[in-house]
């Protein structure tokens, strides 16, 4: 599935599932924004990951899962 | 007897209690921070002793900082986790009759009051402030039949001692702090620095981070659930920990790959504990965990176990059955409905889990499942009943059974099924947004399904798989 999207169809389906399903985000939150300072602790990790999993189709594999790629959209959606 | 007074009677001031993000305080700063929140909750605000007072603040010394002010304060200490939702925390509040709540920020340390005016106490009031109280964990109990477990100065102490004849954290020691402060804190936090040890809470939970804060500081000891030690091995050729003498897994059961992989790098295989709200840390794995890798191990040495089956009748070593505990440092009393310790325990004195186990011939304890129904996710529990509870309060629900199912990278994962009333319409997105407004996050179901029937026991009740 996700072969089939861009990279920037890619990032607004990142942004709505983050902003709707993951972290209480501001209305000025993008794809560039910080998600450890948005606060992406463990449990939300967890969370986003299988939401990646269900929207995408992918499971990322675990040497992807650094702190940098999860940085922000922009960086997710690179690994997606 | 308070325990914070007494942890800081006898600390020494000058060492150094939590490092977190640039900087590092001293347990002469926790202790200063520490009274004057103790002060300003009985000058400014009237705080009794065994009031109850709730706590919301992130993770960090400021976290510790108001929990032991409030508990300095004499008054009873609740922690509000972040992650609860509106409706959530409004039941926390009206059951546990709280008499007020500290909003903290963990990065400056202000903080506000909120003063609740309760109409009346509850009729456990009385006999509550009688048992020198120190900490109320809002949660339904291991059993789910109640709700807020609590646990008295005395047996904060008595626990912590017990947990320390395993897990043997001395001055020397520095812990990575990776579990939500609202879920752990009497065995852990409580029990390092009682001990005197070095809190280093890393900026993130990832990797990179968790190994830079663990070799700048020359850690010791890390204590985190299955997916914190799985995002580590995503960094596997940097982890270099050489002073890390103890590694601890709990919550739920470490995958066998990850722990292997986790052992392979830093030398330490990680080691299984069973903690329980209600009893502390009866069992950590600390004999050979890499024999036995997904043992719980033997008993702790103040904790006696025995596996009884269905009538409550012993069982044989090899064959399953329900676990049981006995030792110090046991809760006192459930909050709601009120009941006190010796009313719950088995013949007064043995806990049941809740957890199925089997022993085997060496006397070393695996679990195998529970008889009880709670589901644990990346290391926070909760009743699939809560949630089920929630999603038939949707009006196009008829019935709901919330489940887990296994998953290659995280363990656990729930999952609701779900039947629609008739002509009733309903999306699993729709549903999903329903529930995020009434549960906390980690409960809301991850995958919604829609069936045409839930199964039943015999006698009605959903069947758990």
Known sequence: MNDALNESQKKARLLELISNEILEVGSDFDENSNLHDAGLDSMATMQLLIKIEQTFGVQLPTTKLTKENMASVASLAKII | MNIAFSLFEKCNSEAIAVIEKASSHTYGELQSWSSQVAQELQENHGVK???RIGLICADGFYYIAFSLGIIKADACFVPIAPELSELERKSLVQTMH?????????????????????????????????????????????????????LCNSTLLERGMAANEGLQITPADRIVWVLPMSHHFAVSILLYLWNGATIVIPPTHFASDILSSATENRSTVLYASPFHFFLLTSELEKISWPDLRLAVSTTSAIQAEVAEKFAKATGIHPSQALGIIEAGLPFINRIEPSKRPLSIGLPQPAFEAKIMGATNEPVEPGCPGNLFIKGPGFFDAYIAPWKKRHDVLYEGEWFDTGDIAVKDGEG??????????????????????EVEAILCEHPAVQEA????????????ISFAEIVLKSQKKLTASE???????????????AEILFVEQIPKTSSGKILRR
């Open chain 2, 49 to 51: 002793p065994a009031d």
């Open chain 2, 98 to 150: 709280l008499h007020g709540i500290i909003t903290g920020d963990a990065a400056s340390g202000m903080y506000r009051y909120e003063r609740i005016t309760i109409p009346s106490e509850p009729s456990w009031h009385h006999e509550f402030a009688s048992m020198n109280p120190a900490l109320i964990r809002f949660s339904s109990g291991t059993t789910g039949e109640s709700k807020g477990v609590l």
């Open chain 2, 364 to 385: 070393f304890y695996q679990l195998q499942g529970r008889s009880k129904s709670v589901i644990s996710i990346g290391g926070m529990k909760f009743f699939p009943e």
């Open chain 2, 401 to 412: 059974r919330v489940s887990t199912r296994q998953h290659p990278q995280f363990g656990s």
């Open chain 2, 431 to 445: 549903l999903l947004s329903f529930c995020r407004k009434r549960l906390a996050r980690h409960k809301t179901p």
